[in-house]
């Protein structure tokens, strides 16, 4: 029994999907943590111009994130939009490094890359919470397979720009998308939709929407959260830039990314037991207060045991909100609108909140350099305040495990 089991594990849509998941992290792990450097080295731009950059496509994902959904809703199978997202954004990210040179081309090419692969996180979301439940493998331990590739990203990314120079994040890039595609193209199967689903993809698709829209508990839930994760914005964008000014070597800010992302994945594995202790709620304030700790010290600009430990706290200021939204619209979202719910989410929260404060963490940068940090404190604050208006749930407990 136990020899058939192990190939049925490792052939399953969960462990599909997860490769997947894998290859896109990879490349996320390098583009988060180095390309604003590498905009402001090998582009020569400012803060506010890298900020402009990498805000763009957050801002607008408030119109391209629906507008990808209701593509994505009207094709039955729907391991298809994955594969074509996947594809399309490692040629954008080949136009974006090699045909874009001045201010305004990164721009434009930037946008379209980082929409594309923007458009693609919701995809793999929503794919890996339906595939992890059949239980072979949790989502918790899915989505810490994909972060150990973030962190063997960030690792290997520091060390290679500091061996190689910048010039290592485009081949990295490159490659981490180039290998995404091929592994949605050659491991996904059709994934074909209930028909009841099927049958909502088309024209009428805006009722669900506005249903979303008009619940007074998922607009609170995307605000408190949007902020709580919006608040990373300084850090995502120009954390990296800070340390550099610090003297703080690349391959050592590859491992404080790292850092982050192992405690992070220690979360994630240990969700059986957290999930028992904890509501979903509650993970939402845990991350509030994490984040809002977190981001008041890193604005004095601390090195040495302190930034190791201020970043372990990762766990709490990104997974422990991620989590906890990512359960309660798994849990309070119908199957008909699960995929919207996920994307409006993605829009709103990490989209258009995300996209505003990535603009304003470009001039706080070149203003006072780490004390941007503390409107970012502040940020989480004010979403924790918001998310104790989800203390009394809509219906009795029972959260579905995810």
């Known amino acids: 029994m136990s020899s058939l089991a192990i190939p049925s594990l490792f052939t399953s849509r969960a462990a599909r999907i997860t490769l997947v998941m894998s290859c896109l992290f990879g490349a996320m792990g390098v583009v988060l943590p180095y390309l604003s450097r590498w905009l402001a080295v090998e582009r020569g731009l400012s803060g506010a111009e890298i900020g402009a950059v990498l805000s763009l496509a957050q801002l607008a994902r408030i119109g391209t994130g629906p507008m990808i959904a209701l593509w994505a809703d009207r094709i039955k199978d729907r391991s298809k939009p994955l594969k074509l997202l996947a594809a399309a954004a490692s040629v954008a990210y080949a136009a974006f490094f090699f045909l874009a040179h001045d201010f305004f081309s990164v721009l434009a090419f930037g946008f379209i890359a980082l929409t594309l692969t923007q458009g693609l996180v919701p995809f793999v979301e929503a794919a890996t919470l339906r595939a992890t439940a059949a239980g072979k493998i949790s989502y918790g331990m899915a989505r810490g397979i994909g972060s150990v590739s973030f962190i063997v990203a960030n690792v290997a990314g520091g060390a290679l720009i500091a061996r190689f120079g910048l010039g290592a994040v485009a081949v990295w890039v490159l490659s981490a998308y180039a290998l995404t595609a091929l592994a949605a193209m050659g491991a996904l199967k059709p994934d074909h939709a209930p028909p009841v689903a099927a049958l909502a993809a088309g024209p009428p698709r805006r009722a669900p929407m506005m249903a979303l829209l008009g619940d007074r508990r998922f607009l609170v839930l995307i605000l408190s959260c949007g902020l ?27 491992w404080l990314w790292a850092c982050g992302v192992a405690a992070e994945v220690v979360f994630l594995w240990s969700l059986p037991l957290i999930e028992r202790q904890v509501r979903s709620e509650t993970l939402i304030l845990i991350g509030a207060g994490g984040a809002s700790l977190r981001w008041l010290l890193l604005g004095f600009a601390p090195l040495g045991g302190v930034l190791w430990l201020l970043q372990a706290m990762h766990a709490l200021s990104f997974a422990a909100a991620h989590v906890g939204a990512m359960r309660l619209l798994y849990r309070e979202a119908s199957q008909t609108s699960a995929g919207l719910a996920q994307t409006l989410y993605a829009a709103l929260a990490g989209g258009l909140l995300l996209g505003l404060a990535t603009m304003a963490s470009g001039v706080l940068y070149d203003a006072g350099g780490a004390r941007g940090y503390w409107l970012m404190a502040a940020m989480a604050a004010l979403g924790g305040a918001l998310a104790l208006l989800l203390r009394t749930p809509r219906a009795p407990d029972g959260d579905r495990q995810v």
């Open 228 to 254: 709580i994760q919006a608040a990373h914005a300084f850090y995502y964008g120009f954390s990296t830039l800070v340390w550099r000014a610090q003297g703080v070597a690349p391959e050592t800010i590859g």
